[in-house]
């Protein structure tokens, strides 16, 4: 049968990634290749405990539609951990609850674009996002970036010559794929630029809360003046993923637009998940478990890069993130990534090929690497692999 499908899924290949990721998934792989929480730390008789209780307290109400901006104890909740935690008071009037902050990406681009409108993103971006937006046809302009974070002079660059830029794309936080956390100067500069133009921003934070070392920086949305800036949250990286639990706390007409959208999408984020992490928060302490979680990573992050420092050849260079999940190998010039990850198969360890991350721009140059997810001796032994295959290649 041939189907004849809207244009727009012309542009959804499956992913490079997820063909990837099948790949790593052999068990004899050490697989730097994925992006999970580390599944140990998910607190599962807690979760346990307190769903079986609030089915009992609650469970019609649980288990009945329910509006769509969300549960609103947990939107109380989400409020005041935006001010404590995200240094950003926001009004939990403007917080829509969501199914993972994913769905706020597709949200983003459904609200903003038009086929051939320009969408604007750091050089690399998360794959996800830009999976998200590609549905709805845009063209993407890549905003260089450097180990401060995005550079704003480029940005206002691409903003004078560029007509129909919708909005932008920025995860100024231990940015995934490079780890990267965006410099204070480099902040105030883009708030600088994007109230030049007006541009608008959705600014994704999975990882902010996950700091190892160092003073966190102000979100863009608290040095927000014009109502501009969006911040899309999430439960993934400190609680749980599978819960699917995230948010938008953006300008009101940003959210109301969103609540709009999440009506036809699914009407409401599962009643169900959203009272079980409101529950956990009730009874538990959330951020002794985030603390357990940074411990844990932190860890991880301090030996992977030890390791890779003993082990990889001079000239290859990696990104040392002071929080999240990830960090940026880049090869030597004249070496090949997609080599490299060939051989680091053969080698039975594996990281993700960095050209999927530039919605155009290829360079070949370099891989990301996952470490929350890997006890200490697959780190180390995973590093040896790649460090190999990295010699070979050279
Ligand atoms: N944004 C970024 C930058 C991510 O890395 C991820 C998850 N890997 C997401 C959004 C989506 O997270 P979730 O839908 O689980 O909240």
Not at 63 to 71: F, I, M, W
Request: overall charge negative.
């Amino acid at each position: 049968m041939e189907y004849k499908f809207a244009s727009r899924m012309d542009r959804m290949k499956a992913s490079e990634i997820r063909e990837l990721l099948k790949l790593t998934a052999r068990p004899e792989i050490i697989s730097f290749a994925g992006g999970l929480p580390a599944p140990e730390l998910f607190p599962v008789k807690e979760i346990a405990q307190v769903s079986h209780d609030l089915v009992l307290k609650e469970g019609q109400k649980l288990l009945q539609y329910a509006t769509t901006e969300g549960r609103p104890t947990l939107r109380e909740k989400i409020a005041k951990r935006m001010t404590e935690k995200y240094g950003t008071p926001v009004d939990m009037n403007d917080i829509l609850i969501t199914t993972g902050s994913q769905q706020c990406l597709d949200f983003a681009g459904k609200l903003f674009l038009d086929p051939g409108d320009v969408v604007l993103c750091e050089s690399p971006s998360y794959l996800g996002a830009l999976n998200a937006f590609n549905a709805y046809q845009p063209v993407f302009k890549e905003v260089p970036t450097d180990g401060e974070g995005i550079i704003p002079e480029e940005l206002d660059k691409i903003l004078a010559t560029t007509p129909k830029c919708k909005f932008i794309y920025v995860i100024p936080d231990f940015q995934n794929p490079t780890g990267i956390c965006w410099s204070l100067e480099r902040r105030k500069k883009f708030i600088e630029v994007i109230n030049k133009y007006d541009l608008p921003v959705f600014e994704d934070n999975p990882y902010g809360e996950l700091r190892y070392r160092g003073e966190s920086f102000p979100t863009l949305k608290s040095m927000d003046t014009k109502g501009l800036v969006s911040f899309l949250g999430t439960f993934s990286k400190i609680f749980c993923p599978g819960l699917r639990l995230g948010w938008i706390a953006g300008p009101h007409t940003i959210v109301e637009k969103f609540v709009m959208i999440k009506q036809s999408a699914d009407l409401h984020t599962s009643n169900f998940d959203q009272g079980v992490a409101d529950a956990y928060m009730d009874t538990y302490d959330l951020d002794a478990h985030v603390k357990e979680i940074v411990e844990l990573y932190g860890h991880r992050r301090d030996l992977i890069l030890k390791t890779m420092e003993e082990e990889f050849p001079e000239g290859v260079e990696f990104t040392r993130p002071d929080g999240g999940l990830f960090l940026w190998v880049t090869v030597p010039e004249g070496v090949s990534a997609r080599k490299v990850f060939d051989k680091c198969i053969e080698q039975k360890v594996a990281a993700v090929i960095g050209d999927a991350f530039y919605p155009n721009d290829k360079t070949d140059r370099s891989l990301r690497v996952n470490y929350s997810c890997m006890p200490d001796d697959k780190i180390v032994e995973g590093v040896k692999r790649m460090a190999r295959a990295i010699k070979e290649c050279m």
